[in-house]
């Protein structure tokens, strides 16, 4: 199995832009689709990003991913940054057999 | 619009086994577009998968948890459940039940289990 790698924390100040990073043990990040979510204190994730780079409606377009397969990493960047950011964000994709795989998380601080 | 719910015991002694259920409400779980999992988050910490079942009733389990999870699935009563065996502190956690396709959406609300004596 292989495991998807996050900074634990990044900070950045409103109106910035941040990118978070989610980087593949083993095995191309392009073998399966990444997703990312959003986790506010007490409240379920919700999904930000889906299929590596698609937006949920309702996801405002500040919200962007993406994949590079010569880092084999997933990438997701909030530009615009909004206090309402401040949140965990996690990645996630499936191996081969259909088990789900997160990465650790990042906390995102808006200061 | 697809609504999520788990229930279950908030407590459970070591050694006993855990069962949450998740009411699934403005879908059906026998959709053939979707499977229905367990994540769970210890506290503080991050999310982990647990498994997943779909429609047909096949079962995908994280090979950590394999040999104490059974998900099962009631269609009559459009619900699906967990039951992790032999628990001991680690498995204490917010669980949450939630659809997937290639997404995990919509989540439900979670529920907290803490497992001591």
């Known amino acids: 199995n292989f495991m998807l790698t996050q900074p634990h924390s990044v900070s950045e100040s409103p109106g910035k832009t941040v990118t978070i990073s989610c980087t593949r043990s083993?095995?191309?990040?392009?073998?399966?689709?990444v997703q990312w979510y959003q986790q506010r204190p007490g409240s379920s994730p919700t999904t930000v990003i889906y299929?590596?780079?698609?937006?949920p409606s309702g996801v405002p377009d500040r919200f962007s991913g993406s994949i590079d397969s010569s880092s084999n990493s997933a990438s997701l960047t909030i530009s615009g940054l909004k206090t309402e950011d401040e949140a965990d964000y996690y990645c996630q994709s499936y191996d081969g057999s259909n088990q789900g795989v997160f990465g650790g998380g990042t906390k995102l601080t808006v200061l | 619009q697809l609504h999520l719910q788990e229930s279950g015991p908030g407590l459970v002694r070591p050694s006993e086994t855990l069962s949450l259920t998740c009411s699934v409400s403005g879908g059906s779980i026998s959709n053939d577009n979707f499977y229905w999992g367990w994540i769970r988050q210890p506290p503080g910490k991050g999310l982990e998968w647990i498994g997943s079942i779909y429609y047909s009733g096949s079962t995908y389990y994280n090979p950590s948890l394999r040999s104490r999870v059974t998900i099962s699935m009631d269609t009559s009563k459009n619900q699906f459940s967990l039951r992790l065996n032999s628990v001991t502190a680690a498995d204490t956690a917010v669980y949450y039940c939630?659809?997937?396709?290639?997404?995990?959406?919509?989540w439900g609300q979670g529920t907290l289990v803490t497992v001591s004596s």
């Open positions: 083993s095995g191309s990040i392009a073998t399966d689709y």
């Open positions: 299929e590596d780079n698609q937006r």
């Open positions: 939630a659809r997937r396709a290639r997404r995990i959406d919509p």
